[in-house]
């Protein structure tokens, strides 16, 4: 199973970029998805997840400005950034919690993915 993100870029201040994310492989359903980001120097920490229902959560520093969304059908996650900040400048990573299929036994194992990250620049 892999997860391959995509939409990074360099914005000015107030910009707005979408960030893209799909797992593809033997996957027999996706539980929670979710982005996060790391700057350097600093940790890696939670954007903004959504269930598998649909019900979303986000960081304090981000609510209000970005989106979270998820196509069920498309195993894929969606970020929409918008009023983007230069502290929002780091790299961006989507997490997923990956229910795969195991062919020889029928059965399923959970599996936490990660993407290889995509970089979101904002200019000072």
């Known amino acids: 199973v892999q997860l391959q993100a995509s939409g990074g870029g360099l914005v000015q201040p107030g910009g707005s970029l979408r960030l893209s994310c799909t797992a593809s492989?033997?996957?027999?359903?996706?539980?929670?998805m979710a982005w996060y980001r790391q700057a350097p120097g600093k940790e890696r920490s939670l954007v903004a997840s959504?269930?598998?229902?649909?019900?979303?959560n986000y960081a304090d520093s981000v609510e209000g400005r970005f989106t979270v969304s998820r196509d069920n059908a498309k195993n894929a996650v969606y970020l929409q950034m918008n009023n983007l900040q230069p502290e929002d400048t780091a790299v961006y990573y989507c997490n997923a919690e990956i229910w795969v299929s195991l062919p020889q036994s029928g059965g399923v194992s959970e599996q936490d993915s990660w993407g290889q990250g995509t970089q979101v620049t904002v200019l000072q």
């Open positions: 492989g033997s996957i027999y359903g996706i539980r929670n």
């Open positions: 959504i269930t598998l229902g649909g019900l979303p």
